[in-house]
């Protein structure tokens, strides 16, 4: 059971509600696999994803999230809607409420979008990532991609590569590990790594040995170079030959270390070839695990709506005191 109509951050769930994902989400893929296991439980649902920014595995699995649970799924196609008449956030999200859809899934480039729509429609919504902010689904999947392997988050270590400045995949990871009691290292050149980053509880280096020093979990980050101004490093085969993953230093992590990336995967940059296709790579069963979670999501939000009448008084609007209550409780 989820606590708020909407999922916008990981910093708004508590331990007990990322697990309870993580749980729903291992019977959900039993029934990615198998046909017969699948049942219609969210028909009569309607789910309309907003995608403001591009994407291939997120649209695509809350897509086939949806499907697999029978709720039907429209997304809006920005590029062709009446955003391009000038339309807001807000009148569209009001205008899509008014035809019924209970859930709404927004990418946006500017960060606190996801929060906006949720506090003026209401349907629940989920945050498919917003700017620099938050991407909690990607985060969920990749906790439960690492509890499958270890069972376990306490005392794990955790070293996150790449460009953690203009990371939305780091920041939601930072605040699900941190609460499930593992231990997070971000490293990265110093132009792409935020000292700041330290008072959510990571710790930061530039050593890329340093923080791959006996890891349990090694995750590369892409180089967002839609986000950069420019002149953060001086190119992409420099910055492959200092933070670039490849065997001999993924030999400093423990030898039963998985690697993960959230993907789209520059190949060679980020990770060789020989690693994204290697044996400790779960890459692939991530998107997998991007299906199952999504499911897990929305059925857990749609159980929530069933329970519960929505009504504005009723639920618990974004960035509302419940919410800063778990912020404060788990992240201090
Ligand atoms: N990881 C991720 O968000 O990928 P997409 O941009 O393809 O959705």
Redesign the pocket.
């Known amino acids: 059971m989820l606590e708020n109509k909407d999922l916008l951050g990981i910093r708004y769930l508590s331990p007990f509600e990322i697990l309870s994902i993580i749980h729903t989400a291992e019977k959900m893929k039993l029934k990615i696999d198998n046909k017969k296991l699948r049942e219609n439980i969210l028909e009569n649902y309607n789910i309309v994803t907003l995608f403001y920014e591009?994407?291939?595995?997120?649209?695509m699995s809350f897509s086939m999230a949806g499907k697999y649970l029978g709720a039907k799924v429209t997304d809006l196609g920005v590029a062709t809607s009446s955003v391009n008449k000038g339309e807001s956030l807000i009148d569209t999200g009001i205008t899509l409420d008014q035809m019924g859809f209970d859930i709404m899934v927004i990418r946006h480039s500017m960060s606190g979008t996801a929060n906006l729509l949720a506090r003026n429609v209401k349907a629940s919504v989920i945050n498919a990532?917003d700017g620099i902010n938050e991407?909690p689904t990607?985060a969920l999947l990749d906790l439960f991609t690492i509890y499958e392997k270890k069972k376990n988050f306490q005392d794990l270590k955790v070293a996150i590569i790449g460009d953690i400045v203009h990371s939305r995949?780091a920041r939601s990871n930072i605040f699900g590990l941190k609460k499930l009691g593992a231990e997070v290292v971000v490293c990265g050149p110093a132009t792409l790594v935020d000292k700041n980053i330290e008072c959510l509880g990571a710790k930061v280096t530039t050593d890329i040995k340093e923080a791959l020093k006996d890891a349990d979990v090694v995750m590369g980050l892409r180089i967002q170079l839609e986000r950069q101004k420019g002149g953060l490093f001086p190119d992409l085969r420099e910055y492959s030959q200092t933070f670039g993953v490849n065997k001999e230093l993924m030999q400093y992590a423990k030898e039963d270390a998985i690697l993960l990336h959230?993907?789209?995967v520059n190949r060679g940059v980020e990770l060789t070839t020989e690693l994204i296709d290697g044996e400790q790579s779960l890459i692939h069963e991530q998107v997998k695990n991007g299906v199952a979670v999504r499911m897990a999501i929305i059925d857990l939000l749609m159980e929530r709506r069933k329970k519960d009448e929505v009504t504005d008084t009723k639920w618990p609007a974004s960035g509302s005191l419940v919410q800063d209550g778990w912020e404060k409780r788990y992240i201090g």
């Open positions: 591009n994407s291939t595995r997120t649209k990532g991407h990607q995949v959230p993907g789209p």
